[in-house]
C-alpha cells in the first residue's frame, strides 16, 4: 500500500463538487462553501504547547439524579432502559428489537430484550466473551459483526438471540496504540468499513494502516485503505438520501483548551484529511517537530482535504448516526446525532452530551445540543458519558452511557 496518498488540489475540487452536485447542491453554492482559503502557514511562534487534566468527578448513577438533570428538546422524552451494564460501549438493535451491546472493560457482547414492552430492559445474557478490547459492531442479515483492537469476528444469530461460533475475519489489524477502540459499519455498496486509529497522540504512524479508514469486502477480504489522515474516526454513517459517507475525527491533544477543533469530514475515497501534519482547514500543527518524508508540512497540507464543520475541541466525538425513521418529527429527517463523550483535558469540559448535527439538502449546516445534562456542579462532576447510539426498528434512539452503565431510549412524544 502506498505510504500517505496525497490527492492534487484539481481532484480535491474536482471530488468535492461532484459529491455536492449528487446531493443536489449547485456549483455557486459548492464555491460558497468551499472558497474560504486555507491556513497552511504554522504559526510564528506558536504558543507555548498547553492543557491539563481536568476530569470532572463521577457522581453515581440514579434515576432520579437522570430526571433531574437531563435535558431534550420539546416533545421528546427518555426511558431509563437498562442500568447496571458496567461498561456498554456500542449497540445495535435487530429487526425484531433485541439490543446487543459491547462491553469493552468486560470483554464480551450482552443481549437485552424488552419481554413485556414496559420501557425496560427485563431480560439479559452474555452471549459472547473472551474478546479483550471488544469495541465494534454491526447486524447484516442475521449475523453480528464484531470489531477488537486487532480483529474482525463474526456470528451468526440463533433463533433465541444467543451467538453461533464466532469466526475470525481479520487477525491483523494494526497494533492498537492510544488508541483501541475500533468500529465498523457497513456501507451502502454493502462493503465492511472499519475505523483504525492512530497509535500515539500525535506522530507520523509507521503502519500505513493506522489513522485510515479501511474497506473490505463482507468476509474480511480485498481489505484495502479507503481513506487517511484520520487520527480517530470512530463514529461515521452515510447520508440517507446522498449516500455520502460522514465522520468525525477527534483533534490531538495538548495543544491548548480550543486547537485543534473536532472535525466532521465528507470522507472520499483515496482522501488523505492532513493528520498528523494539519487539522480543520488545513491549518499546519506547529508542534510536530519534524517534516513529512520528502516534502514541507506546509507543502504536504495544501494537498489534503479540510473538514467541512468544526466542534469544540477534546469533546470525543464517538458515534455517529443519520436518523432515517419516522418517529421523530420531519424536520429530523436526514440529520445525524453524535455522542460527545467529554473532554480529560479541557477547562471547562467540553462534550459529556449528544447533538443534534442538521442536514439540509444533503449538507451540514450546524450542530445544537439534544441531549445534554450529564455535566452538573457547574462542570466539575458528571453522572454520564455518551458514547453508542442506535436506532430502533419502530424509531426511538437509544444511547449509552459507559462510565455508569446505563442505556437510555429516547422518544417523540409531540407537542
Known amino acids: 500500500m502506498q505510504r500517505r496518498r496525497i490527492l492534487t488540489s484539481t481532484v480535491v475540487m474536482f471530488s468535492i463538487l461532484a459529491t455536492l452536485l449528487?446531493?443536489?447542491?449547485?456549483?455557486?453554492?459548492?464555491?460558497?462553501?468551499?472558497?474560504?482559503?486555507?491556513?497552511t502557514q504554522s504559526a510564528s511562534p506558536p504558543p507555548e504547547p498547553g492543557g491539563k487534566i481536568v476530569e470532572p468527578a463521577k457522581l453515581p448513577f440514579s434515576e432520579q439524579l437522570?430526571?433531574?438533570?437531563?435535558?431534550?428538546?420539546?416533545?421528546?422524552?427518555?426511558?431509563?432502559?437498562?442500568?447496571g451494564l458496567g461498561n456498554?460501549?456500542?449497540?445495535?438493535?435487530?429487526p425484531n428489537g433485541t439490543v446487543y451491546v459491547t462491553r469493552r472493560e468486560q470483554g464480551d457482547v450482552v443481549m437485552l430484550k424488552d419481554s413485556n414492552n414496559d420501557a425496560r430492559a427485563d431480560q439479559m445474557r452474555v452471549v459472547a466473551s473472551g474478546l479483550q478490547y471488544i469495541n465494534g459492531i454491526a447486524w447484516r442479515a442475521n449475523q453480528l459483526y464484531l470489531a477488537t483492537d486487532q480483529k474482525v469476528l463474526r456470528a451468526p444469530i440463533r433463533g433465541d438471540g444467543t451467538l453461533g461460533p464466532l469466526r475470525t475475519l481479520i487477525a491483523d489489524l494494526p497494533d492498537a496504540g492510544q488508541h483501541p477502540n475500533r468500529t465498523l459499519e457497513f456501507g451502502p455498496d454493502g462493503k465492511l468499513y472499519i475505523s483504525v486509529g492512530s497509535t500515539c497522540n500525535a506522530c507520523d504512524d509507521s503502519d500505513p494502516e493506522?489513522?485510515?479508514?479501511?474497506?473490505?469486502?463482507?468476509?474480511?477480504s480485498n481489505r484495502r485503505i479507503y481513506a487517511e489522515g484520520l487520527r480517530n474516526t470512530i463514529g461515521f454513517d452515510w447520508h440517507p438520501g446522498s449516500k455520502q459517507l460522514w465522520g468525525m475525527d477527534h483533534g490531538s491533544d495538548w495543544r491548548g483548551n480550543d486547537q485543534?477543533?473536532?472535525?466532521?469530514?465528507?470522507i472520499q475515497d483515496q482522501g488523505n484529511y492532513?493528520?498528523?501534519?494539519?487539522?480543520?482547514?488545513?491549518?499546519?500543527?506547529?508542534?510536530?517537530?519534524?517534516?513529512?518524508?520528502?516534502?514541507?508540512?506546509?507543502?504536504?497540507?495544501?494537498?489534503?482535504?479540510?473538514?467541512?464543520?468544526t466542534y469544540t475541541a477534546h469533546s470525543a466525538p464517538l458515534d455517529f448516526l443519520f436518523y432515517a425513521k419516522g418517529q421523530f418529527p420531519a424536520q429530523f429527517q436526514g440529520d445525524a446525532f453524535v455522542t460527545m463523550r467529554g473532554s480529560w483535558n479541557r477547562e471547562p469540559p467540553s462534550?459529556?452530551?449528544?447533538?443534534r448535527l442538521r442536514f439540509q439538502n444533503g449538507w451540514p449546516v450546524g450542530y445544537e445540543d439534544f441531549m445534554t445534562g450529564f455535566l452538573v456542579d457547574n462542570g466539575r462532576?458528571?453522572?454520564?458519558?455518551?458514547?453508542?447510539?442506535?436506532?430502533?426498528?419502530?424509531?426511538?434512539?437509544?444511547?449509552?452511557?459507559?462510565?455508569n452503565g446505563v442505556i437510555y431510549r429516547i422518544s417523540w412524544a409531540g407537542q
Open 22 to 39: 449528487a446531493a443536489g447542491t449547485s456549483p455557486q453554492q459548492a464555491d460558497a462553501r468551499t472558497a474560504a482559503a486555507p491556513n
Open 210 to 220: 493506522s489513522a485510515t479508514l479501511l474497506v473490505a469486502n463482507p468476509d474480511g
Open 88 to 94: 456498554p460501549r456500542n449497540l445495535v438493535v435487530a
Open 260 to 266: 485543534p477543533p473536532e472535525e466532521l469530514n465528507l
Open 381 to 403: 462532576a458528571q453522572f454520564g458519558r455518551p458514547v453508542g447510539l442506535a436506532v430502533a426498528p419502530y424509531g426511538s434512539l437509544f444511547v449509552t452511557d459507559d462510565t
Open 274 to 309: 492532513g493528520w498528523p501534519w494539519c487539522y480543520a482547514n488545513k491549518q499546519v500543527d506547529p508542534y510536530i517537530p519534524n517534516q513529512p518524508k520528502g516534502t514541507t508540512k506546509e507543502a504536504y497540507c495544501a494537498q489534503t482535504l479540510p473538514s467541512v464543520l
Open 66 to 83: 437522570a430526571r433531574d438533570n437531563l435535558r431534550l428538546p420539546a416533545g421528546f422524552w427518555f426511558d431509563v432502559w437498562a442500568t
Open 351 to 355: 462534550g459529556y452530551k449528544v447533538v
